[in-house]
């Protein structure tokens, strides 16, 4: 079954736009948890626009002793600055089950392309040896299409999450199933070496289910902006379930 982990990073930004504590960014994931959810994914930047590095270790606090996941995205390379300590040494404070690796600039208001590994490839190596030997398992954010899938266990990860951002893009245009068969390819190909397969950025509760039929054998999807956006309707808790509910009907 494909484990759904909710991304936590909206909550952030709502709290961050008023100051102050609330809304709580531990209560949010709390809900998300009480909901069935399979884990939580935080997206930390160096310009800490929403989620903050109190707030990872905040969330590692919750999760321990859990049976769901904290996954943990950024970009390797960023410089630490104030504030933000680094994502290597973010992951080393808390040992987050997996650490997603993300190709973003300071610019950058998402993620919106997946890793050149002919030109990042050599240099990502001991960042990712570092990592898994902090016990964390290694996922690189990739594009569909991209040439470098293969390499990805090469250069020593262990999962690729796929980009699903023009997916999505095509589901809201009428015309997705070229788009999906690309990621399912891209799933094959991650397979075929060895890789598990996450995605995730733009999934909702429109596109999830056509997404899991054709793409075979996803691990985990990550689902934070169109989640929490429902949310402000039907509520945490509901949202999550029904998310849930359409991972169980895909997986039938």
Same mark, same amino acid.
């Given at each position: 079954?494909?484990?759904?982990?909710?991304?936590?990073?909206?909550?952030?930004?709502? !709290?961050n736009?008023r100051?102050?504590?609330?809304?709580?960014?531990?209560?949010?994931?709390?809900?998300?948890?009480a909901?069935?959810?399979?884990?939580?994914?935080?997206h930390?930047?160096?310009?800490?626009?929403?989620?903050?590095?109190?707030?990872?270790?905040?969330?590692?606090?919750?999760?321990?002793?859990?049976?769901?996941?904290?996954?943990?995205?950024?970009?390797?390379?960023?410089?630490? !600055?104030?504030?933000?300590?680094?994502?290597?040494?973010?992951c080393?404070?808390?040992?987050?089950?997996?650490?997603?690796?993300?190709?973003?600039?300071?610019?950058?208001?998402?993620?919106?392309?997946?890793?050149d590994?002919? !030109?990042?490839?050599?240099?990502?190596?001991?960042?990712?040896?570092?990592?898994?030997?902090?016990?964390?398992? $290694?996922?690189l954010?990739?594009?569909?299409?991209s040439p470098?899938?293969?390499? $990805?266990?090469? $250069?020593?990860?262990?999962?690729?999450?796929?980009?699903?951002?023009p997916?999505?893009?095509?589901?809201?245009?009428?015309?997705?199933?070229?788009?999906?068969?690309?990621?399912?390819?891209?799933?094959?190909?991650?397979?075929?070496?060895?890789?598990?397969?996450?995605?995730?950025?733009?999934?909702?509760?429109?596109?999830?289910?056509?997404?899991?039929?054709?793409?075979?054998g996803?691990?985990? $999807?990550?689902?934070?902006?169109?989640?929490?956006?429902?949310?402000?309707?039907?509520?945490?808790?509901?949202?999550?379930?029904?998310?849930?509910?359409?991972?169980?009907?895909?997986?039938?």
């Amino acid at each position: 079954m494909t484990i759904l982990s909710v991304n936590v990073n909206k909550i952030a930004v709502i !709290r961050n736009s008023r100051g102050g504590a609330l809304p709580s960014v531990v209560q949010a994931a709390t809900s998300c948890l009480a909901a069935g959810c399979g884990g939580i994914t935080v997206h930390p930047r160096p310009d800490a626009r929403h989620i903050r590095a109190a707030d990872v270790y905040d969330l590692a606090a919750l999760l321990a002793g859990k049976h769901a996941e904290f996954n943990i995205e950024g970009n390797p390379f960023a410089p630490a !600055r104030e504030g933000y300590p680094g994502f290597v040494a973010l992951c080393a404070a808390v040992r987050p089950a997996q650490a997603t690796l993300v190709p973003d600039s300071d610019g950058q208001i998402t993620s919106d392309h997946g890793f050149d590994l002919g !030109r990042d490839g050599e240099r990502i190596k001991p960042l990712i040896r570092e990592l898994k030997a902090l016990g964390c398992r $290694v996922s690189l954010f990739m594009d569909a299409d991209s040439p470098d899938i293969e390499r $990805v266990a090469e $250069v020593g990860a262990d999962r690729i999450e796929i980009y699903t951002g023009p997916f999505a893009e095509a589901f809201d245009a009428g015309n997705w199933h070229q788009a999906a068969e690309l990621c399912a390819k891209a799933a094959e190909r991650a397979r075929s070496v060895g890789l598990g397969v996450n995605a995730g950025h733009d999934l909702s509760q429109a596109n999830l289910g056509p997404f899991l039929t054709t793409v075979k054998g996803v691990d985990e $999807v990550s689902i934070g902006h169109a989640l929490i956006g429902e949310a402000l309707y039907d509520g945490l808790d509901r949202t999550v379930r029904k998310y849930l509910s359409v991972i169980a009907g895909a997986g039938r």
